[in-house]
C-alpha cells in the first residue's frame, strides 16, 4: 500500500525543486539589472506595463521583474533578497501560502509577488493584522514601490470617504483584514456609486495568513444599525437565576465543547422561577435563549481571559493573540449577558443592516495568497475552503535553536514556581527571555511572582498593548524579561542586542500550551531568527485549561503508575508532548469543524448576498433610465396579485381584492372599479393592470422632464424599501439558523432545511420588495425641488 506522507513528502521535494529552478532564472539576470543606472531600472516598469499591453503575461515577465526588485531593494533599502526568498514570493504570485519561519524576512519577500502584480494597475491589497503594521510596512516598504514608479495608498480606520478612495486607487493598497472588510460592506450601502470607495476585488497578499483566515474566519463582520427592541431587565433576571444554579446537580458543563445545559432538576427550578408551566413551551423561546447566554456567560466566559472589565465596559480579547478588540461585541445577546455577569450598565443590542465572514470576504478576490511562520497544521483546511497550498520555504540558514521537552507538574502551583526559578537562573546571566502566557490573568500573576524575586520585567497583555512593538522590539536586549499574551508582537522582530548571542540567545518560555499548535509554534519561532542561536520549553499541569479539557485523567493516572506524587514534582518526557500534541489535534479538529459549519450557513446567506448586492448595484450604476427595473417590478407584482386573487372557477375570484389593490397600489383611488375587471380572463386582468400602471409611470415621468431627477427619484424609492427589507431579513435568517438545530432532533439535516427554508425567505423578501416599491413609486407625489439626501 502506498505511504501517504511518502507522497506528501516527494511532491513538496518535486514543488522546491521547480521554485528553486525559477528562482535560477530570477537571479542569472543579477549581474544585467545591477549594471543599470537608476533611471534605467526605474524605467524598467513602464517597459513591463508596455509588455503585458502587448500580450506578454505576468509568467513571461516574472523572471526579470523580480531581478529588478531585487536590485531596486538593495538600491534603496539596502537589502537584497536571497534565493528562498524569491522562492517564498514565487509561491505568493501562484496564489498559495509561504510558511516562512520567524526572522526570515517575510516583508521583503513580499516585495516580487507585489511589484509584478501591481504592474496590471488592477490593484494590489497588502493585508496584515493591525493598523500599527499596515503603516510601517506601508512607509517602509512604499518607498521602494514609489522609486519604481508605482502609487502606494495605506488605507486606516480614521479616513474619511475621499482619503480612502485615493489608498484604494492606488497600484499597491495596505490596509487591515476588517477595513477591507467594512469598505466593502459600506460600499454596498450606498446611495450614489460616486460614493463607493473599493475597486473590484483583485488580488490580496494576506501577511500573518493563519491569524486572519482561520482564527478570525468564525466572526463575522457586522455593520450595525438601529437598536434591535429588547426587554433588558431579561438579561438581569436571567443571570440572577443561573447564579443560584448548582453545578452537576442543576447543569452540565462540557469543557470540550464548552456548552452549558440544563438537567432536568435545573429545568424545574426555571419553571418555579419563571413560575411557567413548561419552560420550553413556544412562546417562551425569547426566555429560554436569555437563559441560554447567562449560562455561557457564567460558567464557560472567564474574566481577565476571554474579556475584561474597563471604565465600566466588557471588551472581548482576542483568544489567538491577546490583544483588546475595541468596538467588538459578541452577537445573539451573548455579550448583554456578560454585561449583566459583570454587574454593568447592559447596552442595546443593534440591528445588523451588512454583514460578512472573512471566509466569504477573500474568497471574492480574483487571487489570494499569504505567509506566516506557521500554516502547515492547517494546511487541508486553506486547500478545502481557500483553494491554497502550504509551501514550506526552507530556512536561509540552518537553525540553532534548542527545543526541550515539555515539563509536566501536579499543579499551577509548582508549575509557576518551576517558571520561576529558570527565569531567575537565567536572568542571572544576562540571557533575554521571553515568557508566553494564554490569558491577562496568569500574565499578572507572573508578574508578580517575578517582583517578589525583583526581577525587572516588562508585561505585554490585553491591558497593556499600546506600547506593543517597542516592547517586543527591546524584549531581545541582554537581561531583558519580557510577559507576553500569545502572539503579541506578532509581525515585529526581535533582534538580539550585543553579546546576547554568546550566552545562548533569547529564550522563550511557554507556560501553557495554547489550544493550536500554531500559536506554541508562532512563540517558539520569536527564538533562533536568521540562525540565531535561541532556546525554548514549556511547563504544563495537569490543572492548565487544555489538560482538564483533553486527556488530563490519562496523563494524571500515568504518573500514579510511575509513582509521582511529590507536590513538585516533574515528568520530562517526548511522550507528554505528543499526547499534548494529541490533544491540540482533536481541539484543531473541533475548530475546523466549527470554522466549516460556519461557512456552510454563511455560503447560504453568501448566494443571497451575491444577488441583493448585484440588484442593488444596478440601481446604483445606471445612468440613463431605471425603466428596465421599475417596470419590470411594477409587472411582476400584478403577477402574483393576479394569480392570488384568480384561484379556482371564474365566479370565486375576488375581483374586489384586485380593485383594492389596484386602487391602493397602482392608480389614482377613484380611476379604476370592479366593473372594469369583469369579464376578463386571467391574462387580460394582467395585461388591463398592466397598461394602467404603465400610464401612471408616464405621467409621473412628463412631471419630471428632467431625465436626471427622474432618475433619482426612482432610485430613492426603490432603495429606502430594498434596505429596510435586508436588515429585516438578515435578522430573520439569524433567527431561523438559531432555531433550526432543533429540526435535527426530528430526524432532520439543519443545513439542509436552513437552506430551503433560507431560500423560500429570500423570495418572499424579493416579493416584498416588488410589491412596495410599486406601491410607493406609483403613489409618490413628485415635487419639482425635489433633492436626494
Do not use: C
Not at 17 to 35: F, G, N, W
Not at 222 to 227: D, E, K, L, R
Not at 734 to 758: A, H, K, T, V
Amino acid at each position: 500500500m502506498a505511504n501517504p506522507l511518502r507522497k506528501i513528502i516527494e511532491s513538496d521535494r518535486g514543488t522546491l525543486k521547480r521554485l528553486s529552478r525559477t528562482a535560477d532564472q530570477v537571479m542569472a539576470y543579477e549581474d544585467e539589472i545591477a549594471a543599470l543606472s537608476d533611471a534605467d531600472l526605474q524605467a524598467k516598469t513602464l517597459y513591463f506595463r508596455e509588455q503585458l499591453a502587448n500580450g506578454k503575461t505576468l509568467d513571461d515577465i516574472l523572471p526579470e521583474a523580480f531581478a529588478v526588485v531585487r536590485e531596486a531593494a538593495k538600491r534603496v533599502l539596502g537589502l537584497f533578497p536571497f534565493k528562498v526568498q524569491i522562492m517564498g514570493s514565487l509561491v505568493l504570485h501562484g496564489g498559495n501560502i509561504a510558511e516562512m519561519r520567524t526572522g526570515e524576512g517575510k516583508t521583503l519577500t513580499a516585495t516580487m509577488a507585489v511589484y509584478l502584480n501591481a504592474l496590471p494597475a488592477k490593484g494590489v491589497h497588502v493585508v496584515t493584522v493591525n493598523e500599527y503594521l499596515s503603516e510601517r510596512d506601508g512607509e517602509e516598504m512604499g518607498e521602494l514601490y514609489k522609486w519604481l514608479g508605482l502609487t502606494v495608498g495605506i488605507n486606516v480606520s480614521e479616513m474619511g470617504p475621499e482619503e480612502k478612495r485615493e489608498a484604494y486607487n492606488a497600484d499597491i493598497t495596505y490596509s487591515t483584514n476588517s477595513e477591507i472588510g467594512f469598505d466593502f460592506l459600506r460600499d454596498n450601502m450606498v446611495a450614489r456609486k460616486e460614493d463607493r470607495v473599493q475597486r473590484p476585488l483583485n488580488f490580496a497578499l494576506v501577511d500573518e495568513v493563519d491569524s486572519i483566515l482561520i482564527d478570525e474566519a468564525r466572526t463575522p463582520l457586522i455593520i450595525s444599525g438601529a437598536p434591535a427592541q429588547e426587554n433588558k431587565q431579561l438579561f438581569y433576571k436571567a443571570d440572577k437565576f443561573v447564579k443560584k444554579l448548582v453545578e452537576e446537580e442543576d447543569y452540565t458543563v462540557d469543557l470540550e465543547t464548552k456548552t452549558v445545559n440544563l438537567t432536568d432538576e435545573g429545568i424545574d427550578k426555571g419553571e418555579q422561577e419563571f413560575n411557567l408551566p413548561n419552560l420550553y413551551e413556544q412562546g417562551n423561546s425569547a426566555l429560554t435563549h436569555h437563559i441560554d447566554q447567562a449560562l455561557r456567560a457564567n460558567y464557560t466566559m472567564l474574566n481577565n481571559k476571554d474579556y475584561v472589565v474597563r471604565d465600566g465596559e466588557v471588551v472581548l480579547v482576542d483568544a489567538f493573540s491577546g490583544r483588546i478588540q475595541e468596538g467588538r461585541r459578541f452577537s445573539d445577546g451573548l455579550h448583554q449577558a456578560l454585561e449583566a455577569k459583570e454587574k454593568v450598565q447592559v447596552q442595546e443590542d443593534n440591528r445588523a443592516m451588512a454583514s460578512i465572514t472573512y471566509q466569504n470576504l477573500f474568497r471574492r478576490y480574483n487571487k489570494l495568497s499569504g505567509m506566516t511562520g506557521t500554516a502547515q497544521t492547517e494546511a487541508e483546511e486553506f486547500r478545502e475552503i481557500y483553494n491554497m497550498e502550504v509551501i514550506t520555504i526552507p530556512t536561509n540558514r540552518p537553525i540553532q535553536r534548542v527545543d526541550d521537552p515539555d515539563l509536566l507538574y501536579p499543579n499551577l502551583h509548582s508549575k509557576f514556581d518551576a517558571v520561576v526559578e529558570l527565569v531567575d537562573e537565567l536572568h542571572q546571566k544576562g540571557q533575554p527571555i521571553l515568557i508566553g502566557t494564554v490569558a491577562v490573568e496568569t500574565s499578572e500573576y507572573l508578574a508578580n511572582l517575578l517582583n517578589q524575586r525583583n526581577i525587572p520585567h516588562n508585561v505585554l497583555n490585553a491591558k497593556n498593548h499600546a506600547k506593543e512593538a517597542e516592547i517586543i522590539a527591546n524584549a531581545g536586549q541582554k537581561g531583558a524579561v519580557t510577559i507576553a499574551t500569545n502572539m503579541a508582537g506578532r509581525g515585529t522582530d526581535i533582534k538580539l542586542g550585543p553579546g546576547v548571542k554568546e550566552i545562548g540567545g533569547l529564550a522563550v518560555i511557554g507556560t501553557e500550551r495554547h489550544e493550536s499548535r500554531r500559536i506554541d509554534n508562532q512563540l517558539r519561532g520569536r527564538a533562533g531568527r536568521q540562525g540565531d542561536p535561541g532556546y525554548s520549553q514549556f511547563f504544563l499541569s495537569l490543572e492548565d485549561d487544555l489538560m482538564l479539557r483533553f486527556g488530563g485523567e490519562r496523563l494524571k493516572n500515568m504518573m500514579e503508575q510511575m509513582n509521582i506524587q511529590e507536590e513538585d514534582a516533574v515528568i520530562k518526557n517526548r511522550l507528554i508532548t505528543r499526547s499534548v500534541e494529541s490533544a491540540q489535534r482533536r481541539v484543531e479538529g473541533n475548530n475546523y469543524d466549527s470554522r466549516k459549519n460556519v461557512l456552510q450557513y454563511d455560503d447560504v446567506m453568501s448566494q443571497q448576498r451575491e444577488t441583493f448586492y448585484g440588484n442593488r448595484n444596478q440601481l446604483i450604476d445606471e445612468e440613463d433610465s431605471l425603466e428596465d427595473v421599475i417596470l419590470p417590478m411594477v409587472e411582476r407584482t400584478i403577477d402574483r396579485v393576479v394569480e392570488n386573487n384568480t384561484i379556482g372557477k371564474d365566479n370565486e375570484w375576488d375581483l374586489y381584492a384586485l380593485n383594492d389593490f389596484a386602487r391602493s397600489v397602482l392608480v389614482p383611488q377613484d380611476t379604476v372599479q370592479v366593473s372594469d375587471l369583469r369579464d376578463k380572463n386571467r391574462d387580460e386582468l394582467k395585461d388591463y393592470l398592466y397598461g394602467r400602471a404603465k400610464d401612471v409611470y408616464q405621467e409621473k415621468h412628463d412631471q419630471l422632464s428632467d431625465n436626471e431627477q427622474f432618475l433619482q427619484f426612482t432610485r430613492v424609492v426603490v432603495l429606502r424599501v430594498v434596505d429596510n427589507y435586508w436588515t429585516e431579513h438578515m435578522e430573520n435568517m439569524n433567527q431561523l439558523r438559531d432555531s433550526i438545530q432543533l429540526r435535527g432532533y426530528g430526524q432532520l439535516n439543519p443545513l439542509i432545511e436552513y437552506q430551503e427554508e433560507g431560500y423560500r425567505m429570500f423570495e418572499e423578501m424579493i416579493a416584498s420588495i416588488e410589491y412596495d416599491s410599486t406601491r410607493l413609486f406609483m403613489k409618490s407625489e413628485i415635487r419639482q425641488n425635489l433633492r436626494s439626501e
